[in-house]
């Protein structure tokens, strides 16, 4: 589903990610780990589009298409969401209005029609439910005033409402309480299917007790220098960063 | 030293003051007249207005005031469209070329009492109040337009009345063949303890001739009365619009404005001001415009805090395309007097355009010691954080940019209270935002 080789990218002449490959399939799940400022963000920007980023060399594909040369809507309606690690207040943009926009832009894209007021409520309010957010939220201007937690819970209702097939989450767990915690992962796991995949950039294993993943990467200094199954993330719970990073740039 | 403007049209009107006076000497009052001289020697010493004056230092009038302007003399009321708003239910008054058009106006509910020009010059108690609110000293326009106003009309708001549906003054301007200078007024009385709303469209067909409108309006809001006025310029390209408003607001009284220009007029100048002559008052200004093209909008706010405990909020926003320009000038004085005075002031602007100019100036002049004052001026551009998020979600660049600016102006029209109003002046925001050659780079 997702490919990429290669990827570089350098946002005002400062390179940060050095040679990024990974290759995700459909109803995969993997996570992204990785110390503070090694370019688990900047991964996500590139890839959902953000201009600063410049792409020196490398490619992503999403189901074959070119992801690099296609404009930030584009990705989203081919089926890239990226849950931001902040996401932006923008006041006076009603949360519901843009929801509607957005879930009909994409239905337009896929050939579907443009939801009924009350099909659309509906299907809001199931998803509502599924990350249990207050209807007064819903109701609010996008994100303004939100506290942190509920930010995030907003991002995974907007995933759940545009259903793509590739999701970004990143650092979707910070700054949740346990209970917090445990709604999102537990609306990820009911919205994983065998035809969409997530990608989970994370500093914690506590995610991943209940989001298992399929494989886990460890991105240091722009580059995934280890790759492995569930287990390398309890093994770097364990054992640090430093663990990985003299036993990896050792070798090299 | 003459700093003033004094061009063909500035003869003309010079030239045409005696003989013009001479017509009316038998319908006004000695009062009136002898006020019409006094502001016809100020305008013919000061002339039109030029940047060289501090008031008008960044709109300049010259290629509105061309030399071919005429003043309004016919008053044709056929092939009219009265600019009803169909969803508001409210009782429809029209003004054509400021003259009162009975035929086309609705019965006024009890409470409520209108004067045309005719009646409002026979009765002494309006036509002795004629600029006794606003008054000309260095204002040329001002003068101007009491030395040459022709029609002058009343509303005046009983005591204790509460006028529940709203009052829609209907402005409406004629197309004609030649360019013409329309210069009137308005006298707005709410008595004590009356409420009443008063929402005031502009409105012309297209014009290929320029029009230039100079329209007063003075209003006293006296001792526990609460008016909520509305100003929704519709006007199009080719219209030129000078409003000078005072407003005197008596003990704990209640003045709401909100004054709205998303239109296509080429040029829009308000002087909004409000004097606060008694204790316990609360004044809430909004404002909103979106200029393209070149277009060219100017408000000047005045909140004059003369006595304690009194309080003055005012948001203006405004998004600026193409070579368009804004100018916001809002003074609030506090004078030694008003103490416990609170006044919030904000002008908040989208510069959309590198050919665009704002001009912005906040002016808080306080000589009171216990008062809360702020004031804040913004000047920006759409944020690149919240059109890449939008973006993301599958929203097209160009409408997520509308998206953002319709919000920023949203954010002053959600404070019109009446719903249906509020939905009209959306549709004429969104109106604005879809013409087609709006891009934004
Ligand atoms: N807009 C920017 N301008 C300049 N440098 C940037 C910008 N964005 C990111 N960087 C730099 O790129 C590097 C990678 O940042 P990035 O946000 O991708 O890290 P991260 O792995 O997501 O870190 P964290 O775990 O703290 O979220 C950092 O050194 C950061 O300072
Ligand atoms: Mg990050």
Redesign the pocket.
């Known amino acids: 589903m997702l490919n990429i080789t290669n990827l570089h990218s350098s946002?005002?002449g400062?390179k940060?990610?050095k040679g990024i490959d990974l290759k995700v399939n459909a109803g995969e799940i993997h996570a992204i780990m990785?110390?503070?400022?090694?370019?688990?963000?900047?991964?996500?920007?590139v890839l959902a589009g953000k201009a600063?980023?410049e792409v020196t060399e490398g490619e992503a594909f999403l189901d074959g298409k070119n992801l690099l040369e296609m404009a930030p809507e584009e990705r989203a309606r081919e089926g890239l969401f990226l849950a931001f690690?902040y996401p932006v207040e923008i006041p006076g943009v009603s949360n519901i209005n843009f929801l509607k926009t957005a879930l009909t832009e994409i239905r337009a894209h896929r050939g579907l029609p443009e939801l009924t007021s009350k099909e659309f409520l509906k299907l809001l309010k199931d998803k509502q439910e599924l990350v249990e957010l207050k209807s007064s939220l819903v109701n609010r201007s996008l994100n303004e005033g939100f506290s942190g937690g509920e930010k995030k819970r907003n991002e995974i209702l907007q995933l759940a409402m545009l259903d793509p097939k590739l999701a970004i989450l990143?650092?979707t767990d910070?700054g949740l309480d346990i209970d917090a915690l445990r709604i999102v992962a537990s609306g990820v796991n009911k919205l994983r299917t065998e035809n969409n995949a997530f990608v989970i950039?994370t500093?914690y294993q506590r995610l991943l007790d209940y989001i298992i993943p399929d494989f886990v990467h460890i991105?240091y200094d722009?580059r995934i220098i280890k790759s492995g199954t569930k287990e390398l993330a309890l093994e770097l719970e364990e054992k640090g960063y430093d663990w990985i990073t003299q036993h990896e740039t050792g070798t090299v | 030293m003459k700093q003033g403007l004094y061009n063909n049209f500035y003869r003309y009107l010079i030239d045409s003051f005696d003989k013009k006076q001479a017509a009316l000497t038998y319908i006004e009052s000695v009062n009136l007249t002898a006020k019409r001289n006094e502001a016809f020697s100020i305008f013919k010493e000061m002339g039109f207005p030029t940047r060289k004056y501090e008031e008008w230092k960044f709109t300049s009038l010259s290629a509105a005031l061309k030399d071919e302007l005429q003043l309004m003399i016919e008053h044709d009321h056929s092939l009219i469209n009265t600019n009803r708003i169909h969803s508001l239910d409210a009782v429809h008054l029209v003004l054509v070329n400021g003259r009162f058009a009975p035929e086309l106006s609705d019965a006024l509910p009890e409470g409520i009492t209108f004067y045309d020009t005719q009646a409002t010059l026979a009765e002494s108690r309006f036509a002795d109040k004629i600029s006794t609110l606003a008054t000309e000293d260095d204002a040329p326009m001002l003068a101007l337009n009491t030395a040459f106003f022709t029609e002058v009309s009343v509303l005046q708001i009983a005591a204790h009345a509460i006028v529940e549906k709203p009052v829609h003054v209907s402005h409406v301007f004629t197309v004609n063949d030649i360019a013409e200078f329309v210069p009137y007024r308005m006298l707005v009385i709410a008595e004590k303890h009356s409420e009443a709303t008063i929402i005031e469209t502009f409105h012309s067909d297209s014009l290929v001739h320029p029009l230039f409108v100079s329209y007063v309006c003075e209003q006293e809001v006296h001792e526990s009365a609460v008016l909520h006025t509305h100003m929704i310029n519709t006007l199009p390209e080719n219209a030129y619009f000078v409003q000078h408003r005072e407003v005197f607001q008596y003990r704990n009284s209640v003045l709401n404005n909100s004054n709205i220009a998303l239109s296509d007029v080429t040029l829009l100048r308000n002087d909004l001001n409000f004097q606060l002559k008694d204790v316990g008052t609360e004044t809430n200004l909004i404002g909103a415009y979106i200029l393209t093209g070149d277009q060219h909008v100017d408000n000047h706010t005045l909140v004059d805090h003369q006595s304690p405990n009194c309080n003055t909020n005012e948001v203006y926003k405004g998004i600026l395309l193409d070579t368009s320009h804004a100018v916001f000038n809002g003074k609030v004085f506090v004078r030694p007097d008003a103490q416990k005075t609170n006044a919030f002031q904000q002008n908040n602007n989208l510069l959309l355009s590198d050919q665009a100019t704002v001009n912005s100036k906040p002016q808080l002049e306080i000589f009171a010691d216990d008062v809360k004052c702020s004031h804040g001026s913004t000047i920006g551009q759409i944020n690149e954080d919240a059109l890449f998020y939008l973006q993301t979600r599958g929203i097209g660049e160009e409408a997520a940019k509308k998206l953002i600016m319709q919000s920023f102006i949203f954010d002053v029209i959600l404070r019109i209270k009446i719903e249906s109003l509020q939905d009209y002046v959306s549709d004429l925001l969104n109106k604005k935002l879809n013409t087609e050659n709006l891009t934004v780079v």
């Open positions: 946002i005002e400062k940060i990610l990785g110390p503070n400022g090694s370019g688990k963000s900047t991964l996500a920007s600063e980023y690690q990143d650092e910070s950039i500093h991105l722009g």
